[in-house]
Each structure stands twice: as C-alpha cells, then as structure tokens.
C-alpha cells in the first residue's frame, strides 16, 4: 500500500486541526499581560473606591500585570488615587484550588478561581476590619476576553453589608 506526499500532509492537517479545536474547546485563554483600567467603560467608583467626576478621585486609576502560566494566575493590580500608589499581588490557582492573598488594606481574601468555557470565574471571600467589627465581602468575577485578546472585561457580583453590588470592569492591553 503507497500512501502518497499529499494524503500524508492532509492528515497531519487534521490532527493539527483537532489539536487545535481540542484547545479550544478546553477554553484555556491567557490573560497575561498589562491592563489598564477603561473608566469611560467601567464602574470607576466601585472599582477604585474613588469618585469620578470633577474633583477628588479625578485621576485615580488601576492597572494589572497578570502573568498566567499553566494552572497559576499571578495578578499584581496597582490601583493609583489622590497622590498615593497601592498595590496586591494575588496569586490564584485556575482549577479551583482555594488560595489566600493580602489584599490593599492588609485584609485575608480566600479564593477559587476555575474555568467556565473559555471565561474564568473567581470567587473571592474578604475578611477586613472597619472600625472595632470585621467585615466581610463575597465577589464572584467572571473574566472574559475578547477575540482579538486585547480587551478583558471582569463582570462581579459583591454581597456587602450594605447588599448585593453589580460592578464592571474594562481593561485594555498595552
């Protein structure tokens, strides 16, 4: 039996292909990169815990550096507001092992982060003192990118003591 140049090629075609597909349909995307905060798209306030709009909390802004490496997410946000800079390196596992990060005002934050299709789901419990009580804060993010991979939109859902809170966020690649 010959098997032709061009029956060999066709068939490395289609495994490459269904490698390919198979990729894809595991719905890994990689979100590393540099991100900048998108406030015309975005609930600034909520985001950054400033203001918009004239006056104080004008110029803050919130940009990450993620770097994604199998099933580790490493997110360093630097949120910039009224002259100060903070910043929290969050390291998150994407297949669903629990992980505890600090986060800007030294609070503990437990999170699970896993894969939904291609969109990655982090839910997040904050522990944090106001005053003399503690307070927590649940948030649920769903991470989706775009199909050029140049625009990662986080839609969150927070449970607060003050009630449920829906909050977007745009950020652009640089």
């Not at 098997?3 to 060999?8: D, H, K, V, Y």
């Not at 597909?21 to 540099?34: D, E, H, I, M």
């Not at 910043?87 to 629990?98: A, C, N, P, S």
């Not at 419990?125 to 769903?142: A, D, F, N, P, Y």
Request: aromatic share 4%.
């Amino acid at each position: 039996m010959r098997i032709s140049i061009a029956t060999l090629w066709g068939m490395g075609l289609s495994l490459l292909l269904c490698a390919i597909a198979l990729s894809a349909a595991q719905g890994k995307v990689n979100f590393s990169g540099t991100w900048i905060l998108d406030k015309s798209q975005s609930d600034t306030q909520q985001l950054t815990g400033m203001r918009g709009g004239a006056g104080k909390g004008q110029d803050a802004s919130l940009s990450m550096v993620i770097e994604q490496q199998g099933t580790t997410l490493k997110v360093t946000r630097t949120l910039k507001a009224e002259g100060e800079e903070k910043r929290e390196t969050h390291t998150y596992k994407t297949d669903g092992t629990e992980t505890t990060n600090t986060g800007f005002r030294g609070e503990s934050v437990v999170t699970k982060a896993s894969w939904d299709g291609d969109q990655l789901v982090v839910s997040s419990t904050r522990t944090m003192k106001v005053l003399i009580k503690e307070v927590t804060v649940q948030s649920q993010g769903v991470w989706s990118l775009a199909p050029d991979g140049r625009t990662l939109t986080i839609d969150a859902t927070l449970e607060t003591p003050r009630g449920e809170q829906h909050v977007k966020g745009v950020f652009h690649k640089q």
